[in-house]
């Protein structure tokens, strides 16, 4: 990789993409000059105040509005609050001379030629020869937008093609100029993957470039096959969600949030700007579209698109649908089809694509029809748009949220049985596919030696795909690296003395099964191994316990057998952070709960930026149980300062738990005191994950790694926090803010944290807490309302408050 630094980035436009891209160059720690136009007028506030068109307050106007709007938008750009202290704004007027300063300048204005030709004519004059500069169209042809610039300013230019909102979704696009350097593109290829957390794609300059233009191919054909089909808009969205490893929102509810107009402007532009690609009739908008954008129906930000949310007499709210055939608004339908019904046991989503394909309803019409067109599409854009299949894989996954893209999921029906389908829509692939197979290669992905191959077309055969060696892809590794296995974990040898434990239950919840695993895999890296990572690559980390085994145990009155598995996860907990070998906790996504607790207790934690983490018990009815409640009271002590109200600190871990924070980013995580600065650490590329634990844990093992010493110094404050903690449970339930049962788990909580009724502030050890924790949780899972909760959690998903 070259010297490059990113030490300062200049992002011009601060329109929802120009906000949204300086909040994640901000949390990564990057400097941010935020520019923006200066206002022609003054508002009705501005007047009122007597302000004029001089003063800087109105020169930056529109640049701090839109930052604020953007701060405030949901989901948050920002992965802690005061990461906004890394972004300064201006305007193009006073501030263009700082790009000098900078090493990237990024244009993110109005996708018009025009205008960007007029911006980088300006930022020439100031920008310093061999500074990177970048545009983040998502269009408009790069070798247009360079025309009359300097051979330096050529060489540094490129697109940079970030997708909304920036800092969720992964896919970076790259996209050279005639003239850009190799360099260039080298640099930005690795600093996305290292630095952004993002998958870099280096895309050709055709119209929308890869993800835009497969995404925008699937949603135009969908629209063609609604009507073909006459399927509702509640079906479609139902066959293209979850089912296939797609976002919830699926297709429409998708087009809702991004706006039709985005998508039409798209379509339009690819419909116009590609007159030989062989299916260019589809980006033909159907009837029903036209008559949405005359109406302004255009999704989310005009209360209107397919969906509608509408407020019933009673002041509640209900969803309405857009009938297709009619254009009016009606009640939600459910969908039901046989096919999906069949995929219901299949846990894994690569595995159903097969059966949904041999569906004799409606539903399996509705997949060969579309996957035919998709697997046809696709290898007719190899080499047009990218000369690698998997770079239009990785692209649809990072882009739009996919979890196969569309050659994986040819390889998960068979590539033969894939040509078999497009035949019977009348469909051909691309010559390439049929020399592929004739060549004896019979997919077009392969695993060896630990490592993904992908069918390289120029040279016939399975190639590595480059970039492969800072991650470690525990799908590639498990057949080959098993050193154990039961029905919850599957423990892999890392290399370098390292194993990894991979839960594989639902959800990644903790049963007994995953606990014994856990017990093992300590074992075995304490008998013959240096270190132990726990980390999967699974949607979510783990949502906790298994809630469903508890509620069975304590319905059926088996307490003996209830306090031996508390018992059991305590321990094992413990183990975690008592072995004889050093444990990293990987989490990401969802690590609730037990998931939480796990965490707490490990030597350390190499935490995804999006990592979502807290002790939810309460929302069952329980108090953390698994030495989470006992580990928030140690950790209290552990902070309490000379001097110091010890009360209110402890109070602050209190209501942690009380009220179920939960963490929207790793790095709030640590603001909540479930992970400890300077100990634990934040990835943002969630792929390098588990690389990097595996480094830690080995780090730790070479630097000689000693057994800790069980603690018997945990400074609890007694009845002085007891009668604290009860008056404000006490009050709060007065004024209704918390029901009768709320009261009764807090004052539990309140009781083991502050260690019990001790007449002073004395020192405990942490076995003492666990036994106090474990007597709370039992007592608790007693109470009927508790199993209330926890069966509503069980059936509805969410927590009940009774």
């Known amino acids: 990789m070259s010297k490059r630094r990113i030490n300062k980035i200049a992002i011009i436009g601060s329109g929802i993409m120009g906000s949204g891209i300086a909040c994640h160059f901000a949390n990564i720690g990057v400097e941010v000059l935020l520019l923006d136009i200066v206002p022609r007028e003054l508002n009705d506030k501005e007047k009122a105040k007597g302000l004029t068109l001089e003063d800087t307050i109105v020169r930056n106007r529109l640049v701090n509005d839109a930052l604020t709007a953007s701060i405030k938008s949901k989901p ?45 004519e300006k930022l020439e004059k100031y920008r310093t020869p061999g500074t990177l500069i970048t545009s983040n169209t998502s269009g408009i042809p790069i070798k247009f937008m360079n025309e009359g610039r300097s051979d330096d300013f050529q060489k540094h230019f490129c697109g940079t093609h970030f997708f909304n909102p920036a800092r969720y979704l992964k896919l970076f696009e790259i996209i050279p100029g005639p003239n850009t350097d190799q360099e260039v593109l080298d640099f930005l290829n690795e600093y996305g993957e290292k630095f952004l957390g993002k998958t870099s794609v280096i895309a050709k300059d055709t119209p929308a470039f890869i993800g835009n233009r497969i995404g925008i191919f699937s949603i135009m054909s969908l629209f063609h096959t609604v009507k073909d089909l006459d399927l509702t808009i509640e079906e479609v969205d139902k066959l293209s969600g979850p089912v296939i490893g797609r976002p919830k929102s699926a297709t ?32 033909v908008l159907p009837d029903f579209i036209d008559t949405m954008m005359e109406n302004k129906w255009l999704g989310s930000k005009t209360g209107q698109g397919f969906y509608k949310k509408v407020r019933k007499d009673d002041g509640s709210s209900e969803i309405l649908s857009l009938d297709l055939n009619t254009l009016e608004y009606r009640e939600k339908q459910r969908a039901k089809f046989a096919t999906l019904e069949m995929t219901k046991t299949i846990d894994k989503v690569v595995d159903r694509f097969k059966v949904l394909v041999k569906g004799k309803d409606k539903a399996g019409e509705f997949y060969r029809k579309s996957f035919a067109a998709l697997f046809a599409y696709v290898s007719n854009r190899i080499p047009e748009i990218t000369d690698d299949l998997y770079k ?29 389908m497009m035949k019977a829509e009348g469909l051909e692939p691309a010559a390439w596919v049929n020399e592929m197979i004739d060549s004896g290669n019979k997919s077009f992905y392969s695993v060896k030696n630990g490592a993904t191959y992908a069918y390289d077309i120029p040279k016939k055969s399975q190639e590595k795909i480059p970039g492969q060696d800072s991650f470690i892809i525990l799908d590639n590794i498990r057949k080959t690296a098993e050193v154990f296995k039961n029905s919850g974990v599957v423990v892999e040898d890392l290399g370098d003395g390292i194993l990894n434990v991979e839960f594989q239950s639902k959800m990644n919840t903790i049963g007994g099964d995953v606990l014994a695993g856990l017990n093992k895999a300590i074992d075995l890296a304490e008998k013959d191994f240096a270190g132990l990572v726990v980390g999967n690559q699974a949607a979510n980390f783990s949502v906790g316990a298994n809630i469903g085994m508890i509620f069975m145990m304590a319905a059926e009155q088996e307490y003996d057998e209830l306090n031996m598995a508390i018992k059991y996860f305590q321990d094992t907990m413990m183990r975690m952070r008592y072995s004889a070998i050093p444990t990293v906790a990987a989490p990401h996504g969802m690590a609730l709960g037990g ?17 979502y983490m807290g002790l939810v ?3 069952v009815g329980v108090i953390p149980g698994g030495g989470g409640s006992k580990e928030m009271a140690l950790r209290a002590s552990d902070t309490f300062k000379k001097g110091d109200v010890q009360l209110n600190t402890l109070q602050e871990y209190f209501l942690t738990i009380g009220m179920a924070k939960v963490s929207t980013s790793a790095y709030e995580a640590f603001d909540l005191g479930v992970l400890q600065k300077g100990k634990d650490i934040v990835v943002v590329n969630k792929d390098r994950q588990i690389a990097v634990a595996k480094q830690h844990a080995k780090l730790m093992a070479d630097m000689g790694y000693t057994q800790p010493v069980h603690r018997k110094d945990v400074l609890v404050l007694g009845k002085q926090a007891l009668g604290m903690f009860l008056v404000g449970t006490d009050s709060m339930e007065d004024s209704n803010y918390i029901s009768e049962h709320d009261m009764k788990i807090a004052n539990k909580l309140a009781y083991v944290m502050a260690g019990g009724d001790l007449s002073e502030p004395t020192k405990v050890s942490e076995q003492y807490l666990l036994d106090l924790e474990r007597e709370a949780f039992l007592s608790l899972c007693t109470e009927r309302k508790t199993l209330e909760r926890i069966q509503h959690m069980l059936t509805k998903g969410k927590p009940l408050r009774n």
Not at 259 to 264: E, H, N, R, S
Not at 403 to 416: K, N, S
Not at 595 to 611: F, I, M, P, Q, R
């Open 252 to 283: 429409f509810r998708t087009v809702d949030v991004v706006g039709l107009d985005t998508l039409v402007h798209v379509a339009n532009g690819i419909k116009e700007n590609c007159p030989k690609d062989e299916r260019n009739e589809l980006f």
């Open 76 to 120: 948050a750009p920002l992965y802690h609050p005061s990461f906004v202290n890394r972004i300064t704004t201006g305007n193009l007027e006073d501030d263009i001379a700082k790009v000098k300063d900078v090493d990237w300048i990024m244009e993110v204005v109005v996708e018009r030629l025009d205008i960007k030709q007029q911006v980088f």
């Open 392 to 420: 239009i894989d990785d692209a649809m996954k990072a882009g739009f949220g996919w979890e196969h893209g569309p050659f994986q999921i040819w390889d998960a029906i068979g590539v033969e049985k894939g040509i078999e």
């Open 617 to 619: 018990e309460f929302g």
């Open 595 to 611: 998931g939480c607790e796990l965490s707490l207790h490990a030597d350390k934690v190499v935490a995804a930026a999006e990592t």
